[in-house]
């Protein structure tokens, strides 16, 4: 097995809230899993799940408050200055709104001149322009009808398939791809999710953040399900989706509107508590129920018990 | 260089073509604004009308005679000799003219400096850094903002003796920067939560350069603005702290115009070439900017540019 390029190790994040910041909000509660080189990996979640916030964890955008996020050996939670542009130079993101990723004062290949700025300062016109229309054309874009243009002059996909192409200038190995695909419509859909498995293709680790099960279940070799920052259920994607344990994530599996069936609402019943037939007096926040299939606690709130 | 010819939006199958919106193909983000500053009828006729009034004020007072002498007849209604008459004391109006709009450009310039350029720091830094930085500095911002400016300048004046416009110019200016902190803190505030800036992070751009390259220029016909409302505000403060004998104790100003017609009743006595310049004077530089900034707004943003 590939070593893992990402590895998170219970990753933890709180936010102040309240006047004067006197309540703790945990977003992010003990989250452990690894990437791999040319794997996809779907962070699969409700709103607010945390799961917008691991990926910001990830590239360091929000600081960690508590755990170690290791990428090639060297934890990057206290990263700073030069060696946090070092560590952009290998790991990138793209995010969920392809218009507000864009600073609406400038034309939208300004984001590929920033890479030029920090990166290749000293690259020539004619050779940084070679590598422009490379990674244009590994996005199936036409540099004639995007660049030099407006972010409002251009549709959604082609925005986040700039976003794609402007990561791929430099010498990544991680992307994290924050709802990447949740503005464009069905028909541009695709065209980002094959990008994406091209990527894959190459050898890069992507971190796959959506909401929509089916979308996640397309591309990952691995799954993780995510419930009020935590992690209940995780895996193979072939063992998440197709032995789902947890009761959390069967019903999340059987919310999905199928066409020819009307949606009902039967009590699932996920039987006795997976993870305590593993560890009966507790232990780490996951039990591994097969392998490389974890689950956590049954238990889905306070007050109610497991099984 | 050629002239560069201005594209509208609708130049390929794949543009989601935005109606109206020009663009010039193939220039920097300055040669481009600068493309659209020249053409638009609100900033060059208001820079026109600023520019009228500051060569006035640079070169007239050269050709004229010391503004405080008493030379003519007095109360002379306009002539050829006097072309703007002459005051009570028979003091050459023009004379006063040219040399007041000198003394106004300057405490308006040099106090609309000072307080932006305070004021922006604050407001930057502040609302970028936020947290215990952001609190000291709102502190300190709210505390300049309640003072009593008229009892302070009153102390200040009374250990200052002689006090010239460049004295008066700089005190107001380091009373009059916190609306603009509070104002620039807020917007940066907003602005800071954008992706953009989140992809400029991950672009390995400095602090610094973040907030000037991609914060800033978000606001900039906003800052045009502050410095315009602060050149106005700043002349009206003068005209009111030479009203209460807190001005320049040398010289001349068109506040100390506008107030020494008051004082010798030139309204009632019909003398209007002694107060209608000054006070047409102040009207139109304020106004003529005002009119500037919504000119340089449309160079800006690009969706309000006219084809």
């Known amino acids: 097995m590939t070593p893992a390029v990402v590895r998170l190790d219970r990753v933890s994040k709180r936010f102040r809230v309240g006047a004067f910041g006197r309540q703790e909000l945990l977003a992010v509660r003990d989250v452990s899993f690894e990437l791999r080189a040319g794997e996809v990996v779907s962070l699969i979640g409700e709103s607010g799940s945390g799961k917008s916030t691991i990926g910001r964890m990830i590239l360091r955008l929000t600081a960690a408050s508590s755990g170690t996020i290791t990428f090639d050996g060297t934890d990057v939670t206290g990263l700073r200055r030069g060696a946090l542009k070092e560590y952009y130079r290998r790991a990138q993101g793209v995010f969920q709104d392809p218009f507000s990723t864009y600073n609406p004062v400038f034309k939208a290949d300004r984001v590929l001149a920033m890479i030029r700025w920090s990166y290749f300062p000293d690259v020539g016109e004619q050779a940084w322009r070679q590598r422009v229309e490379d990674a244009l054309a590994a996005v199936n874009l036409n540099p004639e009808l995007v660049l030099d243009k407006y972010p409002h002059q251009l549709s959604g996909g082609q925005l986040q398939r700039l976003l794609i192409a402007r990561a791929l200038l430099l010498d990544i190995k991680l992307l994290v791809a924050d709802e990447v695909i949740s503005m464009l419509d069905a028909s541009t859909r695709i065209d980002v999710l094959n990008l994406l498995a091209d990527l894959k293709e190459r050898g890069l680790a992507v971190l796959f953040i959506t909401h929509d099960l089916s979308l996640g279940n397309y591309l990952a070799d691995q799954t993780v399900i995510l419930r009020r920052g935590s992690i209940v259920e995780r895996g193979a994607t072939t063992a998440v989706f197709g032995d789902p344990l947890h009761p959390y994530t069967r019903t999340l599996l059987a919310s999905v509107p199928r066409l020819g069936s009307k949606w009902t609402d039967e009590p699932l019943d996920p039987g006795p508590c997976r993870y305590h037939e593993v560890h009966p007096e507790g232990g780490p926040p996951l039990a591994e129920v097969a392998e490389d299939h974890f689950v956590a606690c049954f238990r889905l709130h306070e007050g109610r018990k497991c099984g | ?307």
Do not use: C
């Open chain 2, 1 to 307: 260089m050629t002239a560069p010819e201005p594209v509208s939006g609708e130049s390929g199958p794949e543009v989601a073509a935005v109606p109206g919106v020009a663009t010039v193909r193939g220039t920097g983000v300055r040669r481009e604004a600068l493309y659209f500053a020249v053409r638009n009828r609100k900033l060059v006729g208001g820079l026109a009308v600023v520019v009228v009034f500051l060569l006035a004020g640079l070169v007239g007072p050269l050709l004229v005679g010391d503004p405080l002498a008493y030379v003519g007849p007095p109360a002379a209604a306009p002539s050829g000799e006097y072309p703007l008459g002459t005051t009570t004391f028979g003091q050459d109006v023009l004379a006063q003219l040219l040399h007041g709009l000198r003394a106004t450009f300057l405490v308006g310039t040099v106090a609309a400096l000072i307080a932006g350029v305070i004021g922006m720091l604050v407001g930057f830094t502040g609302g970028y850094r936020g947290g215990l930085v952001d609190e000291v500095l709102n502190m300190i911002t709210n505390i300049v903002l309640v003072l009593p400016v008229l009892a302070v300048l009153m102390i200040i004046a009374a250990y200052l003796q002689v006090r010239d416009v460049l004295v008066q110019a700089v005190i107001i200016g380091l009373f009059s920067w916190p609306w603009v902190a509070r104002a620039i803190r807020a917007q940066t505030f907003s602005l800071r939560a954008r992706e953009f800036v989140d992809l400029a992070r991950l672009s390995g751009m400095p602090v610094r350069r973040i907030v000037f390259r991609e914060i800033a220029p978000n606001m900039a016909s906003y800052l045009f603005m502050v410095f315009i409302l602060l050149f106005g505000g700043s002349v009206l403060f003068a005209a009111t702290l030479d009203f209460i004998g807190l001005g320049p104790t040398d010289g001349i100003s068109l506040g100390l115009m506008l107030n020494h017609a008051k004082q010798w009743s030139a309204m009632n006595l019909g003398m209007w070439w002694w107060f209608v310049p000054p006070g047409l004077a102040i009207t139109a530089i304020v106004g003529a900017m005002y009119v500037m900034n919504v000119g340089l707004d449309e160079v800006f943003n690009p969706k309000l540019r006219e084809t």
